[in-house]
């Protein structure tokens, strides 16, 4: 097994062991309704590009809800988007020509700002997207739905804006984005990170732009794909990056020959909190067979022996999220959305792209991730600290003041949990009226999803800092340059190297922070 990360070419093995709270991914991606995907599936399809497919039974119900739908309309149905004009227009007519309907849908909607999503993010977007349709209750025509998925295949990852949705009439404008490529008039984003003609790339794969309807563009930008990408993403990574957490606490622990009192399993169980005993026994896993002072302090400082409580919080935090966003990944967030039958129809309109669970949801992974990532800065400071450390040198230097250890990887700890800490504000409380006030509440989904996201990278490089440091103490143990017994890193670690001279630690910290937050791969 290895790890895999993208901020150097290096590869590195870590040894058996390393913590992998999602399990192992499966070979393969099958969208339809009878499926419910996990954070996992949409990781795995977002970066290890596995293979996906729409179910037999998916291809069928969208089928029938594109019949029922086109019933529906024969009938005399008002039926927004297919009758109706879009968002405020829709007390007036549609365009006569269907095809012109949905084009200047995704026309309008080809705004946005700022930086372009990583092709993980949309490709993980494009997933979400046809396990929404594949549940057959938009009436989107099956080539529609083949056409986006096809993109998927061909690995062709359109270029979309990180900034323009509000989360509330779906992710219009980042799914306008996908749309637009579909039909050949967008920009798709290569590897090397340029930009080319969506018609050129098509092309070279052999595709055929496809000509949207209005209720097939509406289909594909009216729902809550593009958090729904950010976010499973945010929590697999985040389940990671606490497992991480757990054991490098245990190492301190062993390090610090801590008093291991606090992880007694039978504390915990006496609480009955989940997370906090799975967090407890973890950590006492990872300390186990370190050595324990007794002449340490009788309690330890809250950030070791509280940290079951913390983490455990985090994990049962994380948990709740995983539950609503997984649940949001497999309905059906649409509108309007067709039930019934050919013989009786029906067209329900409401408001199923409202993406307020997923904004919670969001919001608690990253009031988890920050709790995590300022209690790991604490464990820091604990370990660079003489009167906490058992003694070692301040700040971890081999020579205090001819070296000065550990003190610019401290500062940049610091900077980085104050941004996590700057940036943990809740977005699912945010909402603001717009869209001509047919969006006078919206949700801000897919602002709090992308911020958790962004939140993991900035507590992966804290625990690398963290890591770095345990490191140091060993080293310098293993010198004579600290008392204490030297205990050795887990297994699992990346090799890290202590040193003696000062030397910039700045490669060694991206380089750990791209390992904790990738998956383990098989």
Known sequence: MQYTHAI??????????????????????????????????IESVALSRRATSFSESSLEAMRSSADILRAAHERGDEIYGLT??????????????????????????GAGWGQLASREVVRATMAARCQALAQGRSGVAVDAALALHALLEADITPAVPE?????????????????????????????DGSVRAASEVLAEHGLQPIALTGRDALAVVNGTSFMTAYAPLAVARAERLLAVAEDLTGWA??????????????????RGHVGQIASAANIAAAAAGGPEDTSRPLQEVYSLRCAPQFLGACRDQLSHART??????????????VCGTVEDPAVLHGGNFQGQQVAFAADAANSAITQMTLLIERQLDVVLNPELNGGAPLLLAWQPGATSGMAGAQITATAIAA??????????????????????????????????Y???????????????ALTQLDYLRAHGRAPGERVGPPAWLPDVQGFAEDRPLFDDINRLAAVFVQPMAS
């Open 8 to 41: 150097t070419d290096a590869t590195v093995e870590p040894k058996q062991g390393a913590p992998n709270i999602g399990g192992n991914i499966k070979a393969g991606v099958e969208f339809g309704p009878e499926h419910r995907l996990r954070c996992e599936d």
């Open 253 to 270: 622990f062993r390090s610090l020959a801590g008093r291991a009192e606090c992880l007694d399993d039978r504390l915990h169980e006496a």
């Open 419 to 452: 941004d996590v800490r700057r940036n943990s504000t809740p977005s699912a409380v945010a909402t603001m009226p717009t869209n001509g006030r047919n969006q006078d509440v919206v949700s801000m989904g897919t602002m709090a999803a992308r911020v958790a």
């Open 324 to 337: 609503l966003i997984e649940r949001e990944l497999s309905g059906v967030n649409d509108n309007p959305v």
């Open 84 to 109: 109706t004009g879009f968002g405020p227009h829709v007390k007036y007519d549609a365009d006569d020509d269907i095809i012109a309907q949905g084009c200047g849908l995704i026309a309008h909607l």
């Open 163 to 191: 900034v323009g949705s509000v989360g509330a009439s779906g992710d219009l404008i980042p799914l306008a984005h996908v749309a637009r490529v579909m039909t050949g008039d967008g920009r798709v984003l290569c590897e």
């Open 454 to 468: 962004e939140q993991t990278d900035r507590a992966a490089a804290v625990l690398g800092v963290y890591a770095i």
